[in-house]
């Protein structure tokens, strides 16, 4: 009851879910395979993590959240990482050629193409829930992706689940430490969509 969906998009948003995943299992005594010793009551129940976790009828805990990116190298640490067993396959969602950069790439062509699967694969998270609260959104707008396939994302979330939240963590580009000189145009490109489809 109350769960809440995690989204992840792009490099930014995978490496925040990558240390948010390591401190949701920590504080809940999550093993990396998803056990968890502690938790008698198998099956799910009213426990708080199941917010965040499903539980399977193994008794592994998997993290309600999705991860994309438009190439596969970030994904890939996931993949290989520590916590590689605790998410589904189908959870990690890669493309084979990033948006360069680009936010019209990640918003019109690359990411209209995987936008569909993304939403699939939320969809079938969504089923397994109770009671959805809503969505937490994480991407940085610097970037092709974290921009383009973020707001585009987020607008289809609107028709889909119109009335339920959608929390975005949303990392803004510095001049202090920036890695593309396209990275202001791509935040004032993404901020127009996120304004209007992010509580």
């Known amino acids: 009851m ?44 009213d426990d708080a993590f199941n917010t965040f976790f499903s539980e399977t009828g193994a008794g592994k805990h998997v993290p309600r959240a999705v991860f994309v990116d ?3 190298t970030v994904i ?10 605790l998410f589904h396959p189908e959870q ?3 493309g084979k050629e990033d948006a360069a ?7 019109y062509t690359i990411g209209k193409e995987i936008v ?14 109770t009671g959805l609260q809503g969505f937490l959104v994480f991407h940085a707008v610097g970037g092709g992706t974290g921009s383009g396939l973020g707001s585009l994302l987020l607008e289809r979330l609107s028709v ?40």
């Not at 299992?25 to 999550?30: K, M, S």
């Not at 890939?76 to 067993?85: A, I, L, M, P």
């Not at 569909?116 to 829930?129: E, F, H, P, T, V």
């Open 2 to 45: 109350r769960e809440c969906i995690s989204i992840h998009i792009g490099q930014a948003g995978i490496q925040v879910g990558n240390a948010c995943w390591e401190l949701y299992c920590l504080e809940h005594g999550i093993q990396p395979d998803g056990q968890m010793p502690g938790d008698t009551t198998v099956g799910g129940g």
């Open 70 to 72: 438009l190439e596969p």
């Open 76 to 85: 890939d640490e996931v993949r290989t990482g520590t916590y590689r067993q």
């Open 92 to 94: 990690l969602i890669s």
């Open 101 to 107: 950069n680009n936010f019209a790439r990640g918003h």
């Open 116 to 129: 569909d699967l993304c939403l699939d694969r939320i969809r079938k998270l969504a089923d397994n829930c």
């Open 160 to 199: 889909d689940y119109g009335k339920k939240s959608k929390l975005g963590f949303t990392i803004y580009p510095s001049p202090q430490v920036s890695t593309a000189v396209v990275e202001p145009y791509n935040s004032v490109l993404s901020t127009h969509s996120l304004l209007e489809h992010t509580d």
